[in-house]
């Protein structure tokens, strides 16, 4: 289980001054846990939620407190991009929780690799339900089932880790193959220099004429 430590946070806790400490101000709530103001490690909690992500559950500790939770929500600065505050969503030891987990894309498939197709990713997390202690962190799909352009992956066909239960539509598309694009045709260039030139004898040739004419009728006139 992945824990970290917190500190209740008193009125005096101004953000220059928790940032001062090298903390931000956090807080943690639930359907039966009322809204409680907390204060973590900053370097800690880039850590903890590098390898929980927003889908594993992280135990809360200090001032007497231990609670289990999901990181909710996060607000970064815009312009260092660095979290300045933490939403945990904490729920009842014991209980099942529903969660989008993201999947993870694995394996080869006979149809990219032997036949050029393109594998398209129709989902890109997936609903289950499971105790806090079986979350995963990211759910694999093995895309060797791949085989044809004509195969699909549905939700029902992922293996799911022991204690998680599908929670999405079983019958909904997870992967595909789309087939290789065909070349377009090829067009032979236009040499734009040979129609200049073309266009460049016909009016020399138009000329010839136009003084053979001249010609004739001065003839005439004498």
Same mark, same amino acid.
Not at 147 to 163: F, H, N, Q, R, Y
């Given at each position: 289980?992945?824990?970290?430590?917190?500190?209740?946070?008193?009125?005096?806790?101004?953000?220059?001054?928790?940032?001062?400490?090298?903390?931000?101000?956090?807080?943690?709530?639930?359907?039966?846990?009322?809204?409680?103001?907390?204060?973590?490690?900053?370097?800690?909690?880039?850590?903890?939620?590098?390898?929980?992500?927003?889908?594993?559950?992280?135990?809360?500790?200090?001032?007497?407190?231990?609670?289990?939770?999901?990181?909710?929500?996060?607000?970064?600065?815009?312009?260092?991009?660095?979290?300045?505050?933490?939403?945990?969503?904490?729920?009842?030891?014991?209980?099942?929780?529903?969660?989008?987990?993201?999947?993870?894309?694995?394996?080869?498939?006979?149809?990219?690799?032997?036949?050029?197709?393109?594998?398209?990713?129709?989902?890109?997390?997936?609903?289950?339900?499971?105790?806090?202690?079986?979350?995963?962190?990211?759910?694999?799909?093995?895309?060797?089932?791949?085989?044809?352009? =004509?195969?699909? %992956?549905? !939700?029902?066909?992922? #293996?799911?880790?022991?204690? $998680?239960?599908?929670?999405? +539509?079983?019958? *909904?598309?997870?992967?595909?193959?789309?087939?290789?694009?065909? =070349?377009?045709? %090829?067009? !032979?260039?236009?040499? #734009?220099?040979?129609?200049? $030139?073309?266009?460049?004898? +016909?009016?020399? *040739?138009?000329?010839?004429?136009?003084?053979?004419?001249?010609?004739?009728?001065?003839?005439?006139?004498?």
């Amino acid at each position: 289980m992945i824990s970290l430590d917190i500190i209740k946070r008193q009125k005096s806790d101004t953000v220059g001054r928790l940032n001062f400490d090298g903390r931000i101000p956090a807080v943690f709530y639930g359907k039966k846990e009322a809204s409680t103001p907390i204060s973590i490690s900053l370097v800690d909690f880039q850590k903890v939620f590098k390898k929980a992500g927003e889908s594993m559950v992280i135990t809360l500790r200090g001032d007497g407190l231990e609670v289990e939770a999901l990181v909710h929500d996060i607000d970064f600065d815009p312009v260092t991009d660095i979290a300045r505050h933490v939403d945990f969503y904490a729920f009842e030891k014991g209980k099942k929780v529903k969660i989008a987990v993201p999947i993870e894309f694995v394996g080869a498939s006979a149809a990219i690799k032997d036949l050029a197709g393109t594998l398209v990713k129709v989902l890109h997390e997936i609903e289950v339900e499971a105790l806090p202690k079986d979350l995963p962190r990211n759910i694999n799909v093995d895309i060797s089932l791949l085989v044809t352009m =004509e195969s699909v %992956i549905l !939700a029902k066909d992922i #293996i799911l880790p022991t204690g $998680v239960v599908l929670v999405s +539509r079983e019958d *909904e598309i997870v992967a595909s193959v789309a087939e290789p694009m065909k =070349e377009e045709e %090829i067009v !032979a260039p236009i040499d #734009i220099t040979q129609i200049e $030139v073309e266009k460049k004898g +016909r009016v020399e *040739e138009d000329g010839a004429e136009t003084d053979a004419g001249t010609e004739k009728k001065k003839e005439d006139k004498k």
